[in-house]
């Protein structure tokens, strides 16, 4: 399976500020998936990046909020914008092999608090 | 739209027994894949075991088995021999077998299980 790294594994950050996660894959995949995870909670699908297309965002989800970035088939971003305390939560990165039955694998996750 | 649902908040099972998550969901489709999860307190989400709707055989893996009832629309999954190290948070999932749109997993609000030494 994939090896997914996220940076960074935490931060905490000032109302207002935005802040880009970074996903790093150790193999080429076309599909890669960012989620969140707000506390207690389970995970939602903010978008899907796929290389080469913009992203395709969820019901509830704005690209002037959550911007994405997918350079190539390996690495993507995302930034959560003026960011608020209700942005206080976990954001996680995933990838699919296409080989595997389509099972999706996770990076470790992002968690973020806004002060 | 699909949707998951997971009945149990909470579990425990002592240690050594054996325990069974629960999981249904609700689709319109014929053909899917199903998943469950694990999520520790590191975070990380690990992927337990799947299953493909067209198999009637139930998948297993090690400790691990699943009771997938199409017809209901469940697919619970049990753990076998339960250790200290299944302590987490299990999600149940859901993902269209099309492409074009429908790659997301739709995901259960999930269980969390403690194991009693």
């Known amino acids: 399976s994939a090896v997914i790294s996220q940076k960074p594994s935490r931060d905490i950050c000032q109302r207002g500020t935005s802040l880009t996660i970074q996903c790093q894959v150790d193999?080429?995949?076309?599909?890669m998936f960012w989620y969140r995870q707000q506390p207690g909670q389970s995970l939602t699908l903010i978008a899907t990046?796929?290389?080469?297309?913009?992203?395709?965002?969820e019901s509830g989800f704005v690209i002037d909020k959550f911007p994405i970035s997918r350079p190539n088939l390996t690495f993507s971003t995302l930034t959560v914008s003026n960011m608020s305390p209700e942005d206080s939560s976990i954001y996680l990165c995933?990838?699919?092999?296409?080989?595997?039955?389509?099972?999706?694998?996770f990076g470790p996750g992002t968690r973020l608090t806004v002060t | 739209a699909q949707t998951v649902t997971q009945s149990q908040p909470e579990m425990s099972v002592q240690e050594a027994e054996t325990v069974t998550l629960s999981c249904t969901y609700d689709?319109?489709?014929?053909?899917?894949?199903l998943f469950w999860y694990k999520q520790p307190p590191s975070r990380q989400m690990i992927l337990v075991i799947r299953?493909?709707?067209?198999?009637?055989q139930n998948a297993t893996e090690n400790r691990f088995s699943v009771n997938f009832q199409k017809a209901a629309k469940s697919f619970s999954l049990k753990i076998s021999d339960s250790q200290l190290g299944d302590a987490a948070m299990y999600f149940c999932?859901?993902?269209?077998?099309?492409?074009?749109?429908?790659?997301?997993?739709?995901f259960g609000t999930g269980t969390r299980l403690t194991i009693i030494p």
């Open positions: 995933s990838v699919e092999d296409p080989r595997l039955a389509r099972e999706q694998y």
């Open positions: 193999s080429q995949v076309t599909m």
């Open positions: 990046a796929n290389q080469g297309s913009e992203a395709t965002y």
């Open positions: 689709t319109s489709e014929s053909d899917y894949y």
């Open positions: 299953q493909e709707a067209y198999k009637q």
């Open positions: 999932a859901y993902r269209s077998i099309s492409n074009f749109g429908n790659e997301k997993l739709t």
